[in-house]
């Protein structure tokens, strides 16, 4: 099916254009098409109404339906002020396709509120600022991440709604407001790879706003972040906050979150340089912090079960206890007795509040398939909050039924059964588990057996 087919121009006939987008949406429910469908079909309420302002029943139309998508994309509800919250992940949707119909869902219903906002007699404040939400959630979180463009387009709508005029008033003289949140000046951590916080803002509406696009912050002398740089804005390491309540406060902050690299023990220098989109003024902030030696931590094992043995219902079982909660474990499977060589299982790494955590593993590799039978170990991980690690190692024996190796494949067995004074009889053996058989008796001694004979 062609993207044209699915985009295609509304033609004349509504109802026929209504019922290609509808056609569209059932054959491809949950996928970018079946959500681009969805929006012309709200869109398609629209069109041939006279009245379609924010009150009116054509608009009420428009807005639930996108409203539903926008929900069934995962997304927030576009009905409330507080947009904040994480995206739901939805079955068969990857993350990179669910962004994609939230930005374009959400940046379409944004503009459209705005616009009929700015229209309204009265004008319709309240819509109007939900528009603006929207659409700062839009730049935050989708696309490319947050850019200078995104930015002063925000800006002007905070214009827009404040009623404010694009004159005299815009003569910037304030630098960017660079105010650090953590680590702290001179803070003291023990996480040995700690995120940047810090926030930027430039006064009140009227002014400009930093230029995310050429933000520079170096770390140890070393440039950590790049603005013009395409893989630091992918990061998306801004989010917007606005200000729509206050005429003369600060509009707009935008919140910077920039991971670290590992680093050493002792003190680390962090310089942030931040410009005016416009206006050309500048701002550095400089501040360090030090990485002390985190307190060690202790990981006790206890083997509540060393052998995987699935046509038992036994499968290895580790109780780790760790001295500092709230902890992180995490275990790696390796053939013979000790940790070294080419893993066979590597779990995902799961935390625990009490520092006490029951690991089990099914005898299966990474891939789902049956490992071979004899010793196995376990290397336990576990990490504190503050960065300190213990290991700690458990002795497992895997004895899968049927020797293993390979691991069990279903399929079907001749199985040949020697009875007194008659031929040798055999029968069909189909294996459809580990731990069960179904026999099937060929259709002549079905039949018998059915009459008793057999």
Do not use: C
Not at 141 to 168: A, I, P
Request: aromatic fraction near 8%.
């Amino acid at each position: 099916m062609s993207r044209a087919y699915i985009l295609g121009a509304i033609r004349h006939d509504l109802a026929a254009s209504r019922q290609a987008y509808q056609d569209v949406l059932t054959r491809f429910p949950n996928s970018y098409f079946g959500y681009v469908a969805e929006s012309n079909l709200a869109d398609l309420e629209l069109i041939p109404q006279t009245d379609s302002s924010l009150h009116s029943p054509a608009f009420q139309a428009y807005f639930a339906r996108i409203r539903a998508a926008v929900l069934r994309a995962g997304g927030p509800d576009i009905s409330l002020d507080n947009l904040s919250g994480p995206i739901r992940p939805v079955p068969g949707l990857s993350s990179q396709e669910q962004e994609l119909i939230l930005e374009d869902l959400l940046e379409l219903v944004a503009d459209r509120m705005r616009v009929r906002a700015a229209h309204e007699t009265p004008f319709d404040v309240a819509i109007y600022k939900r528009g603006i939400l929207i659409q700062a959630l839009v730049d935050s979180r989708f696309g490319e991440g947050l850019n200078s463009t995104d930015v002063f387009y925000l800006r002007s709508k905070g214009f827009s709604l404040f009623r404010l005029q694009d004159s005299s008033q815009i003569q910037d003289q304030t630098p960017p407001l660079i105010t650090v949140q953590s680590p702290a000046d001179g803070a003291v951590v023990t996480e040995t790879s700690p995120t940047l916080l810090f926030t930027l803002s430039d006064g009140d509406v009227t002014q400009f706003q930093p230029d995310v696009d050429r933000l520079k912050v170096w770390l140890d002398g070393s440039l950590l972040y790049d603005g013009q740089r395409a893989e630091d804005r992918a990061r998306k390491a801004f989010q917007v906050a606005l200000n729509l309540e206050q005429r003369n406060a600060t509009f707009m902050t935008l919140q910077a979150s920039i991971p670290t690299p590992p680093l050493g023990v002792g003190t680390h220098q962090v310089e942030v340089n931040a410009v005016d989109r416009i206006a050309q003024n500048a701002a550095t902030r400089r501040w360090s912090f030090r990485i002390a030696q985190p307190a060690p931590i202790s990981l006790q094992l206890e083997v509540l079960s060393k052998h995987v043995k699935p046509h038992k219902g036994e499968l290895a079982r580790v109780k780790a206890t760790a001295s500092s909660p709230p902890t992180q474990f995490s275990y790696t499977v390796y053939r013979g007795t000790s940790p070294s060589g080419q893993p066979v299982y590597t779990s995902t790494p799961v935390s625990s509040p009490s520092g006490v955590q029951e690991l089990v593993w099914n005898g299966l590799n990474n891939s789902g398939q049956q490992v071979s039978n004899g010793s196995h170990v376990m290397l336990v991980m576990a990490r504190s909050s503050a960065g300190a690690t213990a290991s700690g190692t458990a002795q497992i024996v895997v004895n899968f039924q049927g020797g293993g190796g390979q691991g069990f494949r279903p399929g079907s067995w001749l199985l040949a059964l020697q009875a007194p004074l008659r031929p040798t009889l055999w029968l069909a053996v189909k294996l459809v588990s580990p731990l069960s058989a179904l026999v099937e008796l060929p259709e002549n001694l079905r039949a018998s057996s059915r009459r008793g004979k057999a």
